[in-house]
């Protein structure tokens, strides 16, 4: 699960992560300044910003499914409300959903990484995991399109 406060207003354009995932009892991370892997660095990009007020909660979930090719999807999915006189006489609910696959070359492509300048960093040892979670499914079971299924939904609440 996703919950965020907003620090300021703001749109929201995507959301950057990384990970850390234990592999046969030994850590493997993606964090910045980690020694390079074959996974790296998310930029998860929404097709439309979401809007937010300073205070404004966003909630939401981030989804890993991995793939036999070494891969992975990430399904994201992230919402906001708006209560008040600024929401009219209701609520305004803003909902965008996402799925990305990113063995997919167009994703690759138009998210360039950033890896260490070091090849020979000692290895991370970390001693919590992350609330992600990966699910192992057969790739031909998951395919997506080279374009992400992306869509903002926006409800009016009375």
Same mark, same amino acid.
């Given at each position: #699960?996703?919950?965020? /406060?907003?620090?300021?207003? $703001?749109?929201?354009?995507? *959301? $950057?992560?990384?990970?850390?995932?234990?592999?046969?009892?030994?850590?493997?991370?993606?964090? #910045?300044?980690? %020694? %390079?892997?074959?996974?790296?660095? *998310?930029?998860?990009? =929404?097709?439309? %910003?979401?809007?937010?007020?300073?205070?404004? /909660?966003?909630?939401?979930?981030?989804?890993?499914?991995?793939?036999?090719?070494?891969?992975?999807?990430?399904? *994201?999915?992230?919402?906001?409300?708006? +209560?008040?006189?600024? $929401?009219?006489?209701?609520?305004?609910? !803003?909902? +965008?959903?996402?799925?990305?696959?990113?063995? /997919?070359?167009?994703?690759?492509?138009?998210?360039?990484? $950033?890896?260490?300048?070091?090849?020979?960093?000692?290895?991370?040892? =970390?001693?919590?995991?992350?609330?992600?979670?990966? !699910?192992? !499914?057969? &790739? /031909?079971?998951?395919? =997506?399109?080279?374009? #992400?299924?992306?869509?903002?939904?926006? &409800?009016?609440?009375?």
């Amino acid at each position: #699960p996703l919950k965020f /406060e907003a620090p300021v207003g $703001a749109r929201i354009y995507g *959301l $950057a992560f990384w990970f850390d995932v234990l592999f046969d009892g030994r850590w493997l991370s993606t964090a #910045p300044g980690a %020694p %390079p892997t074959h996974w790296y660095q *998310l930029r998860c990009v =929404l097709s439309q %910003p979401l809007y937010v007020m300073s205070g404004q /909660e966003i909630t939401g979930r981030l989804h890993m499914i991995a793939h036999n090719a070494q891969s992975y999807s990430v399904n *994201l999915t992230m919402t906001t409300k708006s +209560w008040g006189a600024s $929401a009219g006489q209701g609520g305004i609910v !803003q909902t +965008w959903s996402g799925k990305f696959d990113l063995k /997919e070359p167009y994703y690759r492509m138009s998210h360039p990484q $950033a890896y260490s300048i070091a090849q020979d960093q000692p290895t991370h040892h =970390l001693t919590n995991t992350q609330d992600i979670q990966i !699910q192992s !499914q057969d &790739e /031909e079971r998951f395919k =997506l399109m080279h374009q #992400p299924s992306q869509n903002v939904d926006i &409800e009016y609440i009375e």
